[in-house]
């Protein structure tokens, strides 16, 4: 974590920036947050970043204490307070101090910078190795702090050789990671699930980007056999950006490598990023 | 809270009981607790409780900083230094301060000491008043921080006049609530869930007291159906002890009022902890 840390209105050395015991993201889990990247000192799409973490407010129904150009102002004066032009940031928002233990109060509000760290070259170029796993993320549309299983199984990830999981539901529908969202490619389109997932602001814009480069997209729901025969997967999250995913449960994708469309999206979102 | 807060090995005044945000409870909802009364300053049913916090720490991977008689210590030093005959210990283990923000570390373990306030002579008369609403619990298991959906529908509750939810999954089987189990009467037999529950110590010491009783207890599935068709329904926690339900979204539990054997137990309840 970067030294200086936003907390309820005040910029604190991060040895300082803590919260009660009493507060509910402690005592229950009850809480929210959001994560992007900065490069150059300006931070990705913070745009789609604020209006997801103001959603999944409202969804919690929790009161944000500031304003949305308060926080795009606190952004700006964390990344500024670090002095670092590289970096993630994260918000969390939680229940607060609630009298009872149980009932939401006025929330705390954290900002935290941090250096970024993304994937190696080695690992974009050799890609990613799924294993799937049985489970449904509870209020999938809300970026809640609630990572219980997907923390959990990150031993047996590692005893199976697998870099990430992706999460099947009861119809066999492939759905999304623990902090990423997935895609696969059949025939030249791009097909994503689109339900009951959390709404990546890095998969909005690969879609985005997929179709200035004349790639069609095609959102609906994926099965595990159809993710098993793609032609091409990826795995795309703020931290990766698109990578492609070359094994699923030790099956290989296309010829196990990253397939063609994969590379022009790998290739072009730097570029993306850069111009938005 | 009462004043006195035990962290990592202190005891510190509540005001300076605090986790950094770097905490994994903060930043992923990853943490477990237990919860258990105590009166005359002694904990209720202490060994039950210990047991189950260590069991939720190994289901997951979390080492716990001290042994077994160190948190019992920990438990009478933490009643003594409150200087309070009654009340409520909650023990919190978190995922620790972790460099990554992901991978549980070493853990952060917290004990509180809170004033215990039960439900009122009124309300144990009158009966609870339950909305069935379909959840399953991730890791029923574990005594997880996770209450996301808990805490989510309590304004939906309120809106429904209902004083608790019970979580019905996707066989139509009821399970439990959000901090309490339940039981129900069916022609003089106690029944309760036994699958895919938090195992309560109020639900295992209330079996006991009602076997003590002469009452026949059958631990097996119980669906919507069978609850709303009941004789009597119980829900039950250590704060509540065993109270009735009286009603079920709208439907009455036999004549709406707390029936002869929730009665029987009831009354036979501060005794039988008094006594154990």
Redesign the interface.
Same mark, same amino acid.
């Given at each position: 974590?970067y030294p200086t840390?936003y907390?309820n209105g005040q910029y604190l050395p991060?040895?300082k920036?803590?919260?009660?015991?009493?507060?509910? @993201?402690?005592? =229950?889990?009850?809480?929210i947050?959001d994560y992007f990247r900065y490069a150059d000192g300006n931070p990705r799409f913070i745009e789609d970043h604020l209006d997801r973490f103001f959603s999944s407010a409202k969804l919690? !129904?929790l009161e944000m204490p500031v304003s949305r150009e308060e926080l795009r102002t606190t952004v700006h004066e964390l990344i500024k307070r670090n002095g670092e032009e590289e970096g993630g940031i =994260?918000f969390?928002l939680?229940?607060g101090y609630s009298p009872d233990?149980?009932?939401?109060t006025t929330p705390n509000l954290?900002a935290?910078a $941090?250096p970024f760290k993304g994937p190696s070259a080695e690992q974009y170029e050799r890609g990613m190795a799924i294993h799937l796993h049985h $489970?449904e993320r509870?209020?999938p549309k809300v970026k @809640?702090? !609630? $990572?219980?299983?997907g923390? =959990?199984i990150?031993?047996l990830l590692k005893a199976k050789g697998a870099d990430y999981a992706l999460y099947v539901d =009861?119809e066999y529908n492939v759905r999304e990671s623990d902090r990423s969202n997935f895609m696969i490619v059949r025939e030249g389109i791009l097909i994503t699930p689109v339900e009951s997932i959390l709404h990546g602001i890095t998969r909005l814009h690969l879609l985005r980007l997929a179709r200035q480069l004349g790639i069609s997209v095609d959102e609906r729901a994926v099965s595990v056999n159809e993710l098993k025969q793609a032609d091409e997967a990826i795995i795309c999250s703020s931290i990766k950006g698109a990578m492609a995913i070359t094994t699923v449960d030790e099956v290989l994708i296309g010829n196990g490598k990253p397939g063609p469309v994969t590379r022009r999206i790998m290739e072009a979102w730097d570029g993306y990023c850069a111009s938005n």
């Open positions: 974590m840390v907390l991060k040895e920036a803590t919260l009660n015991v009493a507060d509910l @993201s402690i005592l =229950r889990g009850f809480g947050f919690l !129904d =994260r969390v939680t229940g233990g149980y009932t939401p954290v935290m $941090y $489970y509870q209020l @809640s702090i !609630d $990572y219980l299983e923390i =959990r990150q031993p =009861r």
